[in-house]
Structure formats: structure tokens, C-alpha cells
């Protein structure tokens, strides 16, 4: 039995018994074995939830791309490390074999150097799905920089925030994306976002769409050039097992962004050692994680944790839709696809489409399928399993989050009986708590409440970038001594975990996790507007979708204006970005509010999905006329 690949439920339950009754041997034989240190650590593990602080692996030195990279170039040089299908399928796609993706890191590597960035320096990188943007991680791990990525789909305004709070001097970016039949004029956004950051020196630019841009002199650099110049030859940093490898930022219930800081050594070995059991990765497999690397799936499951296990991981630049909703498939099929995961939110969106797009093509080569990022509901679980798994492809339902690095809760395929909406046991090492409303651990089975970690593992988020108050008010405060998560579970009978959704003000829309404080200050930046709230409620294909009720100076006349919502919509699209947009807006003469003047989100949450038989008491609100008013005049579509 090995400790790194399980292969059935009676190993699963062994190495899970090991992990926690000791958890320090299990790790660090873990890794030992499977990946390459400079130095071993000195001691496995050290921790403390009250200050927080969690130290994996210390003492020990080491970089991840000599993991991920040099040490595939003796067994898998020729390999295909990475596979990249662009947006265009009339475009060909790029097979980039290990020896080739090793040269092109350390050229990027040895560009960002002589640019002037040095081990330490934080860069924002902002492209597309093209290989550059896995390029430019990994060049930036190579010479110790913290990456920073934000995804491609944010405003200026919300890159700005990201560039700020990272103190980022350099952006790799693009001239322009493509997306569908759309393209996105990239360099634009960055030139909007860094008109005030004076901090941001130098801008480099990858040449995708041949968009005409501005280049400011000085500052602004093509990167092809300076790729040619620079030599494929680049010594690894050396690195500690707790130097930040990069800051990722996720939205927070309230006010800024929060930049999650994930360290070398303990995020290296969770992520590598979660994608091989998750997904039973053999040496010929074809690997396909559809998320875009602007997010922590990205990071963990399309670069860290496949190029840590030598696998052949695939990068698509499209969207599902385009040139036709067939596009999914017709990828699995071109290149064999044998791993498939993808969002809930994804698979709803095809799932409403002709079964046609699907059944044109030949899938066979699928052996397991994933989910991530929000709950997937029964019917949308059934049509994956039906249609695309044809009954035979486990569904790996894999709960997780950017702040905890890799999969915590999930099945593992071919071991593991899966149920659909559960996302059924924990991973080795990983020691879920359900806590009760007194912040009590709730014992036993069939029960329900907030999902807590009761033990560290090396996957998780060490701090919040420049906030570490942050990090602990958010995470280790609720409930003394524990990781809370936010998220509500149930445990059912046979001790298999079901979340049940977000206990915070953060909405999941097409599983992009959406704070409603930032959106409502966006609405509220709009001259026509006194205030806002922000409620999600149950969207087909989106999972949840948005309603704001907003209360407008003059009420009267506004009321019905359709240019006023396009006019909020677009606002939100300019400080956030399009995912953020509403579907529902209501103009009301006011918002509910209790005796301190706490808007009651909780009332219009009800009144949104027409409960309102179950408002509660609303007498002992301050203004209980408006609940009746905002009654009669129910949201309607924008
Ligand atoms: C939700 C994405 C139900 C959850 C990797 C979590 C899920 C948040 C699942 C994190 C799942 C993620 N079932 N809910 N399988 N996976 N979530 O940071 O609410 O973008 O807290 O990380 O997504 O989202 P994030």
C-alpha cells in the first residue's frame, strides 16, 4: 500500500486512519517519496490557530519547478506537458513537451530578471488562457516572484484594486483576448487600471490578437522580442518551504478583495498529491480542467498539481459556446480526453442544449468526470453521469476553496460510492467539524451545521497579503480554535458531507464567488442612487443569480426607467466586471432596516423568492411600511 495512490475504499480508510493519528509521519512520507528538496525539513509541522500560524515543512528548501518541470526531463522530455487549444478551432493546437515548456520558462524567467523583478517582487499577471499565462506563472516560482494573477474577465478598476493591494511593479498582459467570436482589448484595461499606480514600472506585453494598442515609452515592453534574446538556461531560486509562491484574491463579504497567500513547500505537496487521487492520473491520460487560471482551479489542477505528477494538462483559450455548443466535446473527442472536469454551472448551461451536440461526437476516452466550485444540483449530476460519463465515468464532486489550495472533500474515483449532491468524505489528512449555532462541535451523524477544520494540512492559505487581522477575524474567529470555512454542511448517515451553501454574504453566480458589499458600492457610486442590497436567489443555469433593490433620490419619476438599470448594470460591469451584472433590480422608496439601521437582507431574501407568508416579524422594524410597498412592486427582470 502506498500512501500517495489510492486505489480502493479499504486503502482510502487506512491511509485516512494514518493521516490523522499521525499526521506528521503520513506527510512527510508523502513527501519524501514523491517530490525532489534541495534540503529536507528539520520539522514537519508546527501550528497555531489562535495567532494563526501554520508552518509545514520548515528547514526544508526546495523550488516547485524543478518539481513540475526538471525533473520530468529525464523520464517524459518529449511528453506533452502542456496542451493548448486555442479559441479558433480552424487554429491549430500547440503540443508543448516538457523539454520545450522548460525552455520557455527559463526564457521568461531570465526576462523577468533582466526586467528588473527579483525574488520577492510581486507580478500581476493579466492574460488570457494562452500557454504565456502558464508560462509566466511558473517563470515567476522559477526566480522566487509572487505571482498574482487576475483574471482576464475583471474591470480596470477591479485589477487596479488587485495591483494596489499587491504592490505589483510589473503586469504581463496581452494586446487583446479572444473569446468566442468577441475580442477583448486587454492592453486597454491595464493602460485604464495604472493611470494612477505609480508603482507599476513596466508593462509587458504578449502579442495575441494584433490589436492596435498604445505602448507608453519606457514602460511598456513586447515580451516576443526580449524572449528571443534571453537564454533557455535559468538556475532555479532556491526557496523555503514557507516563502510565498503567490497571492490569489477572492472576494470577501465585505469591502476589499482578499489576497490569499499560498507558500512553496505545503502547497506544492496538496495539490500534487490531491490531483493524483482525485483523478487516478496514469502516465498516458489526457488531462482537461476547463476553469481559467484566474482562479485557484486553475492554479492547482491545470499548472501546480498535474506538472507536479508529469501529466499532460490542457489550456483552452474558448468559451463552451463557441462556434457552437458542441465545442466541450468535440475537444474531448480531438484529443482523447480521459479526466474531464469542469463547474456545475458549465454543465447546466450545455445540459439545456440539444443532446445532439453532444451525441455528434465520440467521448469514449473519458474515464473520470469532475465538478467544482458550487453545489451541484440532481438533474445537472444525472445529465453529466447519462450523457457525457455514459454511466461508466465516476463524478468526483470536489468541495473545496482558494483559500484551502486544493480538494478537501471529494470522492475518490473507482474507491469511493458516490452519491449525487454529496460530495461524500474527507481526503486524507483533511478533519472536517460540523459546529452548532453555540459554536459546539456536533457529534455523530445526521447532522448539520457550520463546516469547520479542526486540523491544519499543506495546502492551506498561511495569511491574508498585508492583512494578517484579516486572515484572522475572517477565518479562525467564529469558532475558537478551527478553520472555519464559511460554508454550511450536513453529514448524513453514513458520515458522507453535503454542503448546503454559503453562512456569509457572498453569492456563488455561475461559481464566481461574488461579495455583495463591493457590488452594492459599486451601485451606489451611480448619481441617481441613495443605497442598495443585494440578495442571490436560484438561477437555472447560473446556480444563483442577483436582485438589487436600490433606492433611488427621486423615487417617483425613476421608477419604471429602463436606461437607469442599463445604467447600474453597467456600472457594476465597470468596477467589478460583467459576472457581477443583476438580473433582477428593484427601485424602492427605501430597504428594510432593523433598529440599528442593519439593512435586513434576510426579508428581502424571502420577498425575492416569494416567501412572503414567512417575512418573520417585521413590526419591530424601523420603517415596516416598506416591506409591504417593496411586496407590490416584486422585482422584475432587467
Ligand atoms: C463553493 C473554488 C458545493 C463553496 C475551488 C466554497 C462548493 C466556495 C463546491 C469556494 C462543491 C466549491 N460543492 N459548493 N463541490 N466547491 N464550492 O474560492 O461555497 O472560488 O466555499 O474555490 O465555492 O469558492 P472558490
Known amino acids: 500500500m502506498s500512501n500517495y495512490h489510492i486505489k480502493n475504499l479499504e486503502e482510502y480508510w487506512q491511509v485516512y486512519r494514518k493521516s490523522i493519528n499521525e499526521p506528521e509521519i503520513f506527510w512527510s512520507e508523502i513527501a519524501e517519496e514523491h517530490f525532489l528538496w534541495r534540503k529536507k525539513w528539520d520539522k514537519v509541522l508546527e501550528w497555531d490557530f489562535d495567532k494563526p500560524s ?9 523550488n516547485i519547478t524543478e518539481n513540475c518541470i526538471d525533473r520530468h526531463l529525464f523520464n517524459r522530455a518529449d511528453k506533452t506537458a502542456i496542451l493548448f487549444e486555442p479559441n479558433n478551432p480552424q487554429e491549430k493546437a500547440q503540443h508543448i513537451t516538457y523539454k520545450q515548456l522548460s525552455e520557455r520558462v527559463n526564457k521568461m524567467a531570465n526576462v523577468l530578471k533582466s526586467q528588473g523583478v527579483n525574488k520577492g517582487d510581486r507580478v500581476c499577471i493579466y492574460l488570457p488562457m494562452i500557454p504565456e499565462l502558464a508560462i509566466s506563472v511558473l517563470a515567476c516560482a522559477r526566480i522566487g516572484a509572487i505571482h498574482s494573477v487576475v483574471f482576464a474577465g475583471f474591470s480596470a478598476d477591479a485589477l487596479a484594486t488587485r495591483i494596489k493591494d499587491s504592490g505589483s511593479k510589473m503586469i504581463i498582459t496581452s494586446d487583446g483576448a479572444y473569446r468566442g467570436n468577441k475580442t477583448i482589448e486587454l492592453k486597454k484595461i491595464v493602460d485604464e487600471a495604472i493611470v494612477d499606480i505609480d508603482i507599476v514600472n513596466k508593462v509587458l506585453v504578449v502579442n495575441r490578437t494584433k490589436t492596435k494598442i498604445n505602448m507608453k515609452n519606457g514602460r511598456d515592453i513586447w515580451l516576443a522580442p526580449l524572449l528571443i534574446k534571453s537564454s533557455d538556461i535559468c538556475e532555479a531560486t532556491i526557496m523555503k518551504a514557507e516563502d510565498p509562491l503567490f497571492i490569489l484574491y477572492t472576494s470577501g463579504s465585505t469591502g476589499k478583495p ?3 497567500v499560498h507558500t512553496t513547500a505545503g502547497y506544492m505537496v496538496y495539490s500534487a498529491y490531491t490531483f493524483k487521487n482525485i483523478f487516478q492520473y496514469q502516465e498516458k491520460d489526457v488531462y482537461w480542467c476547463t476553469a481559467d487560471i484566474g482562479w485557484i482551479t486553475g492554479h492547482s489542477y491545470i499548472i501546480y498539481g498535474p506538472l507536479a505528477n508529469g501529466a499532460t494538462t490542457v489550456m483552452f483559450e474558448g468559451i463552451p459556446s463557441y462556434p457552437d455548443y458542441g465545442r466541450f466535446w468535440e475537444i474531448v473527442e480531438k484529443h482523447k480526453i480521459t479526466q474531464f472536469y469542469t463547474a456545475p454551472t458549465a454543465i447546466r448551461a450545455l445540459a439545456k442544449e440539444k443532446l445532439d451536440y ?13 465538478t467544482v466550485g458550487e453545489p451541484i444540483n440532481e438533474e445537472a449530476w444525472h445529465w453529466y453521469n447519462d450523457n457525457i460519463g455514459k454511466g461508466k465515468s465516476p463524478i468526483v464532486d470536489t468541495w473545496w476553496q482558494t483559500e484551502t489550495g486544493g480538494i478537501m472533500i471529494s470522492p475518490i474515483p473507482f474507491s469511493t460510492p458516490t452519491i449525487p449532491t454529496y460530495a461524500t468524505l474527507p481526503l486524507p489528512g483533511i478533519q472536517p467539524v460540523l459546529v452548532g449555532n453555540d459554536g459546539e462541535e456536533l457529534q455523530g451523524n445526521n447532522k448539520e451545521g457550520k463546516l469547520c477544520m479542526k486540523f491544519p494540512w499543506p495546502g492551506m492559505a498561511r495569511t491574508i497579503w498585508d492583512n494578517h487581522k484579516r486572515f484572522k477575524d475572517t477565518y479562525f474567529s467564529e469558532v475558537k480554535n478551527m478553520y472555519f470555512t464559511g460554508d454550511g454542511a450536513l453529514r448524513n448517515a ?5 454542503i448546503t451553501g454559503r453562512t456569509d454574504d457572498v453569492i456563488i453566480v455561475s461559481g464566481h464567488n461574488l461579495g455583495t458589499a463591493p457590488i452594492e458600492d459599486a451601485i451606489n457610486e451611480h448619481p441617481a442612487v441613495v ?3 443585494i440578495v442571490g436567489f436560484p438561477h437555472s443555469i447560473k446556480g444563483n443569480a442577483l436582485c438589487g433593490y436600490i433606492t433611488l433620490k427621486q423615487y417617483g419619476e425613476s421608477r419604471d426607467h ?6 447600474i448594470n453597467q456600472m457594476i460591469t465597470e468596477r467589478i466586471g460583467g459576472i457581477a451584472k443583476l438580473d433582477q433590480i428593484q427601485f424602492t422608496v427605501g430597504l428594510p432596516k432593523n433598529r440599528s439601521g442593519k439593512i435586513m437582507r434576510r426579508i428581502l431574501r424571502k420577498i425575492t423568492l416569494g416567501d412572503i407568508e414567512n417575512l418573520g416579524d417585521t413590526s419591530t422594524l424601523l420603517n415596516p411600511e416598506v416591506v409591504e410597498l417593496i411586496i407590490e412592486g416584486r422585482a422584475v427582470k432587467v
Open 54 to 62: 501554520i508552518k509545514w515543512y520548515q528547514g526544508a528548501e526546495l
Open 258 to 260: 482578499k489576497g490569499m
Open 358 to 370: 453532444v451525441n455528434r461526437y465520440d467521448l469514449s476516452s473519458l474515464k473520470i468526470l469532475g
Open 494 to 498: 453514513v458520515g458522507y458531507y453535503r
Open 531 to 533: 443605497e442598495s442590497a
Open 562 to 567: 429602463d436606461n437607469l438599470k442599463a445604467e
